[in-house]
């Protein structure tokens, strides 16, 4: 990264460019459709009523973080594992990991949500729900782990570890409604059996959302990557400029 | 629609997380753009 000199053009654009503007777009697109089936179109569930309408922001919700958990395992093998260490696999790890914290907690939220009409209280030690919120505050903590100071080396090794050790939790908080006697009921998509247990439009407005949910992920994790390598180069120039800034106070008469 | 509260609630609490941290993201990014030069930025 090199240090902007006063006739460098430095434009303030931000992270946005054409690619992302048309990624932002389609995800508004998304989102509209997502809010017209979940909330207007699709009907009521037999058992569950309207609450089911919850179910179309929390699935896909909870599906992106896992994926935005597995991409930064990925991506941390690769940043570890292959000889040019590049940190570019660093930053879409850690930008992934941020963007599925947000989704997990959005997960979370709406579950309460869910939980208060459907079992009477917001929240209960059930397998599922604690396993996730174990998930959550893992990652919560990949991303402290990111902050502890150091060179961007360092960060991205300490990092990459916390990465590979955390995505093992994801098996046991999928699986966990089988492993465990619980509330939270099992897979009515993903099932073993490969029988979707849905009504057409029901099923129709989940794809919806996620598809969606796809769109904002893959367009929050590049504007999050991108502003991840100018806060490297930022950093870069600030402590190049300190160290000069000391060796032209070293240079000064009575300088040490 | 019944509980409309709770279901209104749920995408309200998706979309106003997620639009809260898209904004905060884009600022920070703007505001450090600023301080970083045109060559190091690959994507404009």
């Given at each position: 990264m090199s240090i902007p000199p006063d006739d460098t053009d430095i434009t303030t654009?931000?992270?946005?460019s054409a690619a992302t503007r048309l990624l932002g777009t389609l995800a508004v697109v998304g989102v509209a459709w997502l809010v017209a089936f979940g909330l207007l179109f699709s009907p009521a569930d037999r058992d569950q009523r309207e609450s089911v309408r919850i179910m179309y922001v929390h699935v896909p919700s909870a599906w992106l973080a896992y994926l935005a958990f597995i991409v930064t395992a990925g991506a941390s093998a690769l940043y570890l594992f292959?000889?040019?260490?590049?940190l570019a696999w660093d930053r879409l790890a850690g930008a992934s990991a941020e963007v599925g914290v947000v989704f997990m907690g959005i997960t979370l939220l709406t579950g309460m949500l869910w939980g208060r009409l459907s079992?009477?209280?917001?929240?209960?030690?059930?397998a599922r729900l604690t396993t996730t919120a174990f998930l959550f505050v893992t990652y919560v903590g990949y991303l402290a782990v990111r902050r502890l100071g150091g060179t961007h080396q360092q960060r991205a090794r300490r990092s990459a570890a916390v990465a590979l050790l955390g995505v093992l939790e994801i098996p046991l908080v999928h699986f966990s409604v089988r492993l465990w006697r619980n509330l939270h009921q099992e897979s009515t998509v993903a099932r073993p059996d490969g029988d979707v247990k849905m009504d057409g439009l029901m099923l129709f407005s989940l794809v919806v959302g996620l598809v969606a949910f796809t769109l904002l992920y893959v367009w929050l994790v590049i504007h999050r990557q991108r502003a991840l390598v100018l806060e490297d180069a930022a950093e870069d120039h600030g402590l190049e400029q300190a160290l000069s800034d000391r060796r032209a106070e070293a240079a000064l008469p009575g300088g040490r | 629609m019944e509980d409309a509260g709770f279901i209104i609630g749920s995408y309200v609490v998706t979309f106003g997380v997620i639009g809260a941290y898209a904004v905060a993201m884009l600022t920070r990014a703007r505001r450090l753009a600023r301080r970083v030069a045109d060559e190091d930025k690959p994507w404009t």
């Open positions: 654009a931000g992270t946005s292959r000889a040019a260490h590049s079992w009477g209280v917001f929240w209960t030690w059930d | -």
